[in-house]
C-alpha cells in the first residue's frame, strides 16, 4: 500500500557531501515516521536518523553533526544532507517509512565515499 524510491546516492570525497532523497507515496492517511538505514556488505542494518510527522528528529551517534534529516509532509518526502562524509559511511543506503504499525522500505541507494 506504500510506495518508497530514494535517490541521491553516488561517489564523494572525503569530507564531501550529498543528498539523499526519500518520496513515499500510495496509501498514507495518517502519522508517520521517516527515516535512513544503511547497509554495507557483510553488516547488520545500521540505522542512521529518523524524523517523525511533528519533525522530531533522531541520529546515530556516528553521524551526529553531520547528517541532516528533513521532510515535507505535504509532498510526502524526506531528505539525508550528508556532510563531512567519511570512507566509513559509504554503504546502502534505505528509506524507510512507518505507518499503521507497518515499515516499508526502499530499494537503497549506493553511497561510496572515496579517494
Known amino acids: 500500500q506504500v510506495q518508497v524510491v530514494e535517490s541521491g546516492g553516488g561517489l564523494a570525497q572525503p569530507g564531501g557531501s550529498l543528498r539523499l532523497s526519500c518520496v513515499a507515496s500510495?496509501?498514507?492517511?495518517?502519522?508517520?515516521?521517516m527515516g535512513w538505514f544503511r547497509q554495507a556488505p557483510g553488516n547488520q542494518r545500521e540505522f542512521v536518523a529518523r524524523?517523525?510527522?511533528?519533525?522530531?528528529?533522531n541520529y546515530t551517534d556516528s553521524v551526529k553533526g553531520r547528517f541532516t534529516i528533513s521532510r515535507d509532509n505535504a509532498k510526502n518526502t524526506a531528505w539525508l544532507q550528508m556532510n563531512s562524509l567519511k570512507p566509513e559511511d559509504t554503504a546502502v543506503y534505505l528509506c524507510?517509512?512507518?505507518?499503521?504499525?507497518?515499515?516499508?522500505w526502499g530499494q537503497g541507494t549506493q553511497v561510496i565515499v572515496s579517494s
Open positions: 524524523i517523525s510527522s511533528d519533525g522530531s528528529t
Open positions: 500510495g496509501r498514507i492517511f495518517s502519522m508517520y515516521v
Open positions: 524507510n517509512v512507518y505507518v499503521i504499525t507497518r515499515n516499508y
